[in-house]
């Protein structure tokens, strides 16, 4: 009932329509799971010889089906991280402007700060950027969406499959659910094994459309095990090294600021705390309120190197263990 509430709600406020196209994607993905699952219930998993394993491969099909659509539903309706609206109104004095214009149309919401800003203590300190979308400081790591058209905490990237962006409190579910669908096409890829050695054998007893469907099963799940592989591999990688994937195209794993040097440290930091509680469909759980995170302290003598990066924020590389 929650989650149908949440649906309601969502084409019921303004920006519905947006909304819609970006859960479109989505409903197409569930069409296609149900496909499978029904196509490789029927023609396959049922056909197994053995009872006994036979049992045990439906138990532990459906059981991962049930597990990726909890973790999709977690990714599709999960806030990846709202910017707490009393944290941006307690640093409205620490931002940081990239032009005297974004700092006077600022201003022009805030006048109140003007002398601080212009011959105060804020002139030429500032540490965070100010969304005008959202109207709120932004924390660090944090970015705007511009199919959401909103601002989120800690944001990997917006994901079309599952209609929503991936950030601080739903990155946990978006990478599980690239493990568990890579587990599941392994599964059916070593179910559809037998079959296949029977037909190209010429003990086939099912006529052509038993090859069709065989073949079909084979290039889905091949298609699936290996872009969720990739995507996965990659995932982890910037997991253990503490970095997202917008801050890839300007950062280094060594020149990451947020890196820790500790893979497990850097695992909690995206995953949350407690190695069993990565797997389960639940929201994770964090030291910190994503407002926050660890950062590495700046040191001089990295400047002269960080000169050669060009087109880099300068800024970011110059933190250095």
Avoid at 64 to 71: K, L, N, S, T, W
Avoid at 114 to 132: D, L, M, P, S
Avoid at 181 to 193: E, Q
Avoid at 201 to 220: C, E, H, T
Wanted: proline share 3%; charged share 15%; net charge neutral.
């Amino acid at each position: 009932f929650q989650r149908a509430y949440l649906i309601i709600k969502m084409f019921s406020t303004d920006g519905g329509c947006r909304k819609a196209k970006l859960l479109a994607p989505w409903v197409g993905l569930q069409i296609v799971i149900i496909f499978l699952i029904v196509w490789y219930t029927i023609c396959y998993t049922i056909k197994i010889s053995n009872l006994p394993l036979r049992i045990i491969y439906i138990i532990f099909f459906f059981l991962m089906v049930i597990i990726i659509e909890a973790h999709i539903i977690r990714c599709c309706f999960t806030d990846p991280g709202e910017i707490s609206l009393s944290w941006s109104e307690e640093n409205l004095d620490k931002i940081k402007f990239g032009s005297a214009l974004e700092r006077e149309r600022f201003l022009d919401s805030y006048p109140q700060l003007r002398e601080h800003y212009t011959t105060g203590q804020g002139a030429n300190i500032g540490v965070f950027r100010y969304c005008f979308v959202c109207k709120r400081v932004k924390p660090e790591r944090s970015h705007h969406c511009s199919s959401c058209n909103r601002c989120f905490l800690k944001m990997d990237h917006h994901c079309a499959w599952v209609g929503n962006c991936v950030g601080y409190y739903n990155y946990k579910n978006f990478v599980m659910l690239l493990l568990f669908t890579f587990i599941l096409t392994l599964i059916m890829l070593g179910t559809l094994i037998s079959p296949m050695i029977s037909f190209f054998g010429g003990n086939n007893q099912s006529g052509d459309f038993q090859f069709i469907g065989i073949m079909v099963s084979i290039v889905l799940s091949l298609a699936f095990a290996g872009s969720t592989l990739v995507l996965f591999i990659v995932q982890v990688m910037h997991t253990v090294n503490g970095i997202t994937t917008i801050e890839t195209y300007s950062l280094t794993y060594e020149l990451n600021p947020y890196n820790q040097k500790e893979c497990m440290k850097n695992s909690n930091e995206a995953l949350g705390l407690g190695v069993c509680c990565w797997f389960l469909p639940t929201t994770p759980e964090f030291k910190d309120d994503g407002h926050h995170f660890y950062k590495r302290e700046l040191q001089e003598n990295t400047i002269e190197t960080s000169k050669d990066l060009g087109g880099v924020d300068n800024t970011c590389l110059l933190y250095t263990s």
